[in-house]
Nanobody
Framework: QLQLVESGGGLVQPGGSLRLSCAAS????????IGWFRQAPGKEREGVSC???????YYADSVKDRFTISRDNAKNTVYLQMNSLKPEDTAVYYC????????????????????WGQGTQVTVSS
């Protein structure tokens, strides 16, 4: 069964950094777009960043210049480097994959993505 597994979440102070990983099993990520989404308590799931199979990237305005998405096809893993974290970044972070032609607007459509991980909690607090 196709599976995505997120890791790397945790508790960090404001201004700190975390790197999230999204590893795939039972399929290769090479031909898939990968998206990172987050959901805070009481809020809708929102797109954070996505990367196409050829490496094109998009970011939500709220994380641009602080977060960086990248992929290592040899390791079948996609990363989300998060710097200068703020309390409002606190959420459960999910990765998703899809055979999509992505645009900036694709991040606002969680329904378009095929496979999802179980999520990893990120808490930014002093």
């Amino acid at each position: 069964q196709l599976q995505l597994v997120e890791s790397g979440g945790g508790l960090v102070q404001p201004g700190g950094s975390l790197r999230l990983s999204c590893a795939a099993s039972e399929f290769t990520l090479d031909y898939y777009a990968i998206g990172w989404f987050r959901q805070a308590p009481g809020k809708e799931r929102e797109g954070v960043s996505c990367i196409s199979s050829d490496g094109t990237t998009y970011y939500a305005d709220s994380v641009k210049d602080r977060f960086t998405i990248s992929r290592d096809n040899a390791k079948n893993t996609v990363y989300l480097q998060m710097n200068s974290l703020k309390p409002e970044d606190t959420a459960v972070y999910y990765c998703a994959s899809g055979r999509l032609f992505i645009t900036r607007q694709t991040m606002s459509r969680p329904d378009l993505w095929d496979y999802w991980g179980q999520g990893t909690q990120v808490t930014v607090s002093s």
